[in-house]
């Protein structure tokens, strides 16, 4: 399946590199999302990008930095992250992206992930 | 009432048993409803949705109880490659298309 994907699909990094997360969709989509999931932990949603504007930010700290160029692509930017930032990095699309527009049928297909070790 | 709620488990059940898991949710505006499975360390992927009362796609069941506010997964003849997190999914209700997940309900098939 190729409709969301993540790259890398692993990355290690030290507290005081900076690197990106990319994802892109292939469905057509107008809404983006970030999640992070921790080990024994749900998903916690990060960002919701619909149309490429920001609709949510979920106190998120300033370490992590989202873009979204167009609403098939998604970046999460990384910087002097901490050990417990070390995750499973999920990106999701949605058909849309605001509860004014949705059908109640539409619901999220997410990218493969990147795990994430900062060490 | 947590927004989404699952029993983390684990459920270990022997091949060919039936299981079933429910997932409580508070937004009781909500009108769709989802499954989803994930294996480890893969992403999650939709299983099946819910609109009305119930879906059903071949062994699986998927039941929508709107007085209690619970949604139900029923698994019959379950096999080995069954065995996986199902995670359920209902709409926030707030101005953005986002999903409020539950923990995740750990399931392991036994041979």
């Known amino acids: 399946e190729t409709g969301v994907t993540q790259t890398p699909r692993h990355l290690v990094m030290g507290m005081t590199n900076k690197k990106s997360l990319k994802c892109e969709q292939h469905?057509?989509?107008?809404?983006m999302y970030w999640y992070k999931q921790s080990a024994k932990k749900p998903l916690e949603l990060m960002f919701v990008?619909?149309?490429?504007?920001?609709?949510e930010n979920n106190s998120v700290p300033s370490r992590f930095s989202p873009e979204c160029p167009n609403s098939s692509h998604l970046f999460l930017h990384l910087h002097t992250l901490q050990p417990e930032d070390s995750a499973l990095y999920l990106c999701?699309?949605?058909?849309?992206?605001?509860?004014?527009?949705?059908?109640?049928?539409?619901?999220?297909?997410f990218g493969p992930g990147t795990r994430l070790t900062v060490l | 009432r947590k927004e989404v709620e699952q029993d983390p488990g684990p459920f270990n059940v022997p091949e060919g048993a039936t299981v079933a898991f429910n997932c409580t949710y508070s937004?009781?505006?909500?009108?769709?409803f989802f499954w989803y499975r994930q294996d480890c360390r893969k992403e999650p992927k939709l299983l099946m949705s819910?609109?009305?009362s119930g879906n059903e796609d071949g062994r699986f069941t998927a039941q929508l109880n709107r007085a209690s506010q619970y949604i139900s997964l029923l698994i019959r003849d379950s096999k080995l490659s069954d065995s996986a997190t199902y995670l359920c999914?209902?709409?926030?209700?707030?101005?953005?298309?986002?999903?409020?997940f539950g923990t995740g309900t750990l399931l392991a098939v036994q041979p």
């Open positions: 999701a699309s949605s058909q849309d992206g605001l509860a004014l527009t949705w059908d109640v049928t539409d619901t999220q297909y």
């Open positions: 469905l057509g989509h107008n809404a």
């Open positions: 990008y619909s149309l490429e504007e920001r609709v």
């Open positions: 937004n009781s505006a909500s009108q769709s």
């Open positions: 819910v609109y009305s």
């Open positions: 999914a209902v709409p926030s209700g707030g101005a953005t298309n986002k999903l409020i």
